[in-house]
Nanobody, 114 residues
Framework: VQLQASGGGLVQAGGSLRLSCAAISIFSVRAMGWYRQTPGKQRELVASAPNGGATAYADSVKGRFTISRDNAKNTVYLQMNSLKPEDTAVYYC??????????WGKGTLVTVSS
């Protein structure tokens, strides 16, 4: 079981990045999504995309971030536009199995410079 995330990097404020995360050898996935964490703070939910359900976003990213999934590829994407310095964090993807077990990626760093 492995989640491979990519797409992080350094971008100026106002710019865009697209994160992707492929879930390898995980079947019966019922939801995928993204969390983020900054030093000294708890990991917070950024966006989630359950099977057949409505996507959900943190208030701080609504209107700027878009989550999408390619179920055939077991991949989740996070399109991040109008990035702000406060979006700087390590972003973690997850895949939730039908049993409720969550699998996590290693994290990808997003740095937004002012």
């Amino acid at each position: 079981v492995q989640l491979q995330a990519s797409g992080g990097g350094l971008v100026q404020a106002g710019g865009s990045l697209r994160l992707s995360c492929a879930a390898i050898s995980i079947f019966s996935v019922r939801a995928m999504g993204w969390y983020r964490q900054t030093p000294g703070k708890q990991r917070e939910l950024v966006a989630s995309a359950p099977n057949g359900g409505a996507t959900a976003y943190a208030d701080s990213v609504k209107g700027r971030f878009t989550i999408s999934r390619d179920n055939a590829k077991n991949t989740v994407y996070l399109q991040m536009n109008s990035l702000k310095p406060e979006d700087t964090a390590v972003y973690y993807c997850y895949a939730e199995h039908a049993s409720g077990i969550r699998y996590w990626g290693k994290g990808t760093l997003v740095t937004v410079s002012s």
